[in-house]
């Protein structure tokens, strides 16, 4: 018998090393106290003062004390659902799930190819196709709603994504009062707020301003999701060279300081409150201004935040699957495997933005896609390998010997399955079958299943009901924004 052994059976990596992450958090705790955050908000900033910070104006500066006791209320691991009941994401260490992006203007027509504005239909689209994919974990819009009510894109995109998928969503919205609606939709699916509070069934995102800034909008719908238990994302959109420091490690400082502001904010208002901090870690193209999303820059820094949120123990959202490429093409496939990869083997609990294009202004369901085998490769190669009796198949090598072969021994048919990755749409035939079949490229075979499964493929029936209440909750926004119109 081996005692004390230890099993080491996946691949994930660390980007920074323990005492890195130590120094950077130090850091993050003197900038939080030297020079301090911007907070827009009133009851957040009169909050803060009476917790311990000094506030001059909007700045609000923040003791480590105070630091450290928010991270300490904040839960390690929490469970978003499937609102049928179907699966869960478990948000805690070193469980990764990837998914969809939010809010970009233009779109991928799946049948023309032509890029146009996103429209209501397409968010339908998107949740149904990946509700379909099995690597897709949970669903944001792809794209903000042009042909609806202005002001209300946001709460429609949230009504066609939960209706036409169980999938947990990650939403957005405006404003607090869109961010109120959303909630009164997803308390509809759940079959009330005491369902809801048991199993939440979508998070809420949003964004600060770096440097450094956490603006009234955002602030107003942390606050809401602390008070409703939900769970809360509140990630900046960084730009080295720009937004925040060029250099990677002051990048990671500051966006953290931002992340941990809401953080706060949030227990403050509610201790144990769910929280995922994290976001998109990238720079800025110096010829160009882009911002980056296929860089080796934005994979490198998403690592490092991942592992700044395990030193911390604090949920990380992280991104992946994304491009800078305009259409599916070579290009895009390169940056979405290389982001897509370091991702999940980085450890990253929510991996946003598959689909992405474009630099962050156009979804392409077409990625999406083509995303879902890219992640069932790279998942396939974090599962690792297990070191056991069985699988070193001493006795099957044995009797085997010099000279046969496993093709149709016992042990290789109860293996191969659970070893084995099967691609669905990647190419191994030899090349006469490739050539008869029609010598369709990967790019072919994801339109083909795109369309397939726009055509056919039907989400979760919604409880009976349930369309009444959201119409209502529609019909109730729509007089709110005339209200509001009129005023003006």
């Not at 201004?289 to 395990?310: F, N, Q, R």
């Not at 190419?427 to 010598?439: F, M, T």
Request: net charge negative; hydrophobic share 35%; aromatic share 8%.
């Amino acid at each position: 018998m081996r005692a004390n052994v230890t099993s080491n059976r996946t691949t994930q990596f660390e980007m920074l090393s323990e005492d890195q992450c130590e120094a950077i958090y130090h850091n993050i705790l003197e900038v939080m106290q030297r020079t301090g955050v911007d907070v827009y908000h009133e009851e957040a900033r009169k909050m803060l003062q009476e917790a311990g910070a000094q506030v001059d104006g909007v700045r609000v500066y923040i003791p480590p004390y105070l630091v450290k006791e928010a991270i300490s209320m904040v839960p390690d691991n929490f469970i978003v659902h499937h609102w049928d009941g179907s699966g869960v994401l478990r948000l805690r260490r070193n469980e990764v799930y990837p998914g969809t992006g939010p809010s970009m203007p233009n779109y991928i027509d799946p049948y023309t190819e032509e890029r146009r504005p996103f429209l209501r239909k397409d968010s339908a689209n998107v949740a149904r196709v990946c509700d379909a994919l099995e690597n897709i974990k949970f669903v944001e819009g792809l794209g903000s709603i042009s042909d609806t009510t202005r002001e209300l894109a946001d709460l429609y995109e949230f009504v066609e994504l939960i209706t036409n998928t169980a999938k947990p969503i990650a939403a957005w919205s405006f404003d607090r009062k869109s961010c109120e609606s959303i909630y009164e939709v997803a308390v509809a699916i759940a079959g009330g707020e005491e369902e809801f509070q048991k199993k939440p069934n979508f998070m809420f995102y949003m964004e600060p301003i770096p440097p450094l800034v956490s603006n009234h909008e955002s602030v107003d719908k942390a606050l809401f999701c602390a008070e409703k238990h939900i769970p809360a994302i509140y990630t900046p959109c960084c730009m080295g060279g720009a937004t925040e420091p060029a250099t990677f490690a002051g990048l990671l400082t500051n966006a953290s300081a931002e992340c941990l502001t809401g953080l706060i904010i949030g227990q403050l208002k509610r201790k144990g409150a769910p929280f995922i901090m994290g976001g998109v870690m990238t720079v800025m193209d110096m010829l160009t201004s882009t911002y980056i999303y296929g860089g080796p820059e934005l994979s490198t820094m998403c690592a490092g935040m991942t592992d700044i949120g395990k030193y911390l123990n604090i949920p990380v959202f992280s991104t992946g699957g994304c491009t800078d490429a305009k259409v599916t093409e070579p290009q895009s496939a390169l940056e979405n495997a290389i982001s897509n990869y370091t991702a999940v083997l980085s450890g990253g609990n929510i991996i946003h933005d598959t689909g992405y294009s474009e630099s962050g202004l156009t979804g392409n369901l077409f990625n999406v896609v083509m995303n879902n085998e890219i992640l069932g490769m790279a998942f396939r190669i974090v599962q690792g390998m297990e070191v056991n009796q069985e699988n070193m198949a001493i006795d099957i090598i044995e009797e085997v010997g010099p000279q046969g072969h496993y093709l149709l021994n016992e042990h290789t048919n109860r293996n191969f399955r659970k070893e084995f990755w099967e691609p669905e749409l990647l190419n191994r035939v030899p090349y006469e079958a490739w050539k008869s079949a029609g010598a369709k490229t990967l790019g072919d075979k994801v339109k083909e299943k795109t369309r397939h499964l726009i055509e056919n493929h039907q989400g979760p029936e919604v409880p009976d009901g349930v369309w009444d209440k959201i119409e209502k909750i529609l019909q109730e926004a729509e007089d709110r924004v005339a209200r509001e119109r009129s005023a003006e």
